[in-house]
Nanobody, 116 residues
Framework: QVQLVESGGGLVQPGGSLRLSCAAS????????MSWHRQAPGKERELVAS???????TYIDSVKGRFAISTDNAKNTVYLRMNSLKPADTAVYYC??????????WGQGTQVTVSS
Protein backbone atom coordinates (compact mmCIF):
# COMPACT_ATOMS: atom_id res chain seq x y z
CA GLN A 1 0.00 0.00 0.00
CA VAL A 2 2.99 2.31 -0.40
CA GLN A 3 2.13 5.09 -2.82
CA LEU A 4 4.39 7.81 -4.18
CA VAL A 5 3.14 10.82 -6.13
CA GLU A 6 5.59 13.21 -7.78
CA SER A 7 4.85 16.80 -8.69
CA GLY A 8 6.64 20.04 -9.52
CA GLY A 9 7.99 19.29 -12.96
CA GLY A 10 7.62 21.63 -15.87
CA LEU A 11 9.40 23.76 -18.44
CA VAL A 12 12.27 25.94 -17.24
CA GLN A 13 14.99 27.93 -18.98
CA PRO A 14 18.65 26.95 -18.67
CA GLY A 15 20.02 28.27 -15.40
CA GLY A 16 16.62 28.16 -13.77
CA SER A 17 15.41 26.19 -10.78
CA LEU A 18 12.66 23.75 -9.92
CA ARG A 19 11.67 21.88 -6.79
CA LEU A 20 10.21 18.44 -7.22
CA SER A 21 8.03 16.92 -4.54
CA CYS A 22 7.25 13.30 -3.76
CA ALA A 23 4.33 12.80 -1.41
CA ALA A 24 4.38 9.41 0.26
CA SER A 25 1.72 7.35 1.95
CA UNK A 26 2.36 4.24 3.99
CA UNK A 27 5.99 5.21 4.46
CA UNK A 28 8.02 5.82 7.59
CA UNK A 29 10.95 7.82 6.28
CA UNK A 30 13.33 6.59 8.95
CA UNK A 31 12.79 3.03 7.73
CA UNK A 32 13.06 3.68 4.00
CA UNK A 33 15.75 4.66 1.57
CA MET A 34 14.34 7.44 -0.58
CA SER A 35 15.78 8.48 -3.90
CA TRP A 36 15.22 10.38 -7.11
CA HIS A 37 15.93 8.89 -10.52
CA ARG A 38 15.59 10.28 -14.00
CA GLN A 39 15.22 8.92 -17.49
CA ALA A 40 15.99 11.05 -20.52
CA PRO A 41 14.63 10.15 -23.97
CA GLY A 42 16.54 7.20 -25.37
CA LYS A 43 18.61 6.81 -22.21
CA GLU A 44 18.69 4.38 -19.31
CA ARG A 45 17.14 5.41 -16.03
CA GLU A 46 19.80 6.72 -13.66
CA LEU A 47 20.02 7.46 -9.96
CA VAL A 48 20.21 11.19 -9.28
CA ALA A 49 20.10 11.55 -5.51
CA SER A 50 19.30 9.48 -2.45
CA UNK A 51 18.80 9.91 1.26
CA UNK A 52 19.37 6.93 3.52
CA UNK A 53 17.78 5.74 6.73
CA UNK A 54 20.45 7.57 8.70
CA UNK A 55 19.94 10.78 6.72
CA UNK A 56 23.07 10.52 4.64
CA UNK A 57 22.80 12.01 1.17
CA THR A 58 24.42 10.97 -2.07
CA TYR A 59 24.35 12.49 -5.55
CA ILE A 60 25.43 11.55 -9.00
CA ASP A 61 28.51 13.53 -9.98
CA SER A 62 26.78 15.51 -12.71
CA VAL A 63 24.37 17.16 -10.24
CA LYS A 64 26.62 17.69 -7.23
CA GLY A 65 26.50 21.29 -6.10
CA ARG A 66 23.32 21.94 -8.09
CA PHE A 67 20.73 19.52 -6.70
CA ALA A 68 19.71 18.88 -3.10
CA ILE A 69 17.50 16.13 -1.73
CA SER A 70 15.62 16.80 1.48
CA THR A 71 12.66 15.56 3.49
CA ASP A 72 9.82 17.10 5.45
CA ASN A 73 8.76 14.39 7.84
CA ALA A 74 5.72 16.34 9.05
CA LYS A 75 4.40 16.34 5.48
CA ASN A 76 5.76 12.88 4.62
CA THR A 77 7.34 14.39 1.54
CA VAL A 78 10.70 14.11 -0.19
CA TYR A 79 11.98 17.02 -2.27
CA LEU A 80 14.55 17.52 -4.95
CA ARG A 81 15.68 21.13 -5.31
CA MET A 82 17.32 21.61 -8.69
CA ASN A 83 19.34 24.75 -9.37
CA SER A 84 21.36 25.88 -12.36
CA LEU A 85 19.45 23.55 -14.61
CA LYS A 86 20.94 22.47 -17.91
CA PRO A 87 19.33 21.04 -21.04
CA ALA A 88 21.02 17.74 -20.15
CA ASP A 89 18.84 17.61 -17.04
CA THR A 90 15.76 17.17 -19.23
CA ALA A 91 14.13 13.89 -18.25
CA VAL A 92 11.24 12.27 -16.49
CA TYR A 93 12.06 12.29 -12.78
CA TYR A 94 10.88 9.43 -10.58
CA CYS A 95 10.67 9.05 -6.83
CA UNK A 96 11.67 5.69 -5.38
CA UNK A 97 11.32 4.15 -1.94
CA UNK A 98 12.99 0.98 -0.66
CA UNK A 99 11.45 -0.63 2.39
CA UNK A 100 13.22 -2.61 5.13
CA UNK A 101 12.52 -5.82 3.19
CA UNK A 102 14.33 -4.39 0.15
CA UNK A 103 11.15 -3.96 -1.88
CA UNK A 104 11.08 -1.02 -4.25
CA UNK A 105 8.22 1.34 -4.95
CA TRP A 106 8.08 3.92 -7.72
CA GLY A 107 6.09 7.04 -8.39
CA GLN A 108 4.54 7.80 -11.76
CA GLY A 109 7.16 10.36 -12.74
CA THR A 110 7.13 14.08 -13.47
CA GLN A 111 8.53 15.68 -16.62
CA VAL A 112 11.32 18.24 -16.36
CA THR A 113 12.20 20.09 -19.56
CA VAL A 114 15.09 22.56 -19.63
CA SER A 115 14.96 24.62 -22.79
CA SER A 116 15.10 28.20 -24.00
Amino acid sequence: QVQLVESGGGLVQPGGSLRLSCAASGVTFSSYIMSWHRQAPGKERELVASIGRSGGRTYIDSVKGRFAISTDNAKNTVYLRMNSLKPADTAVYYCKAIDPWNRAYWGQGTQVTVSS
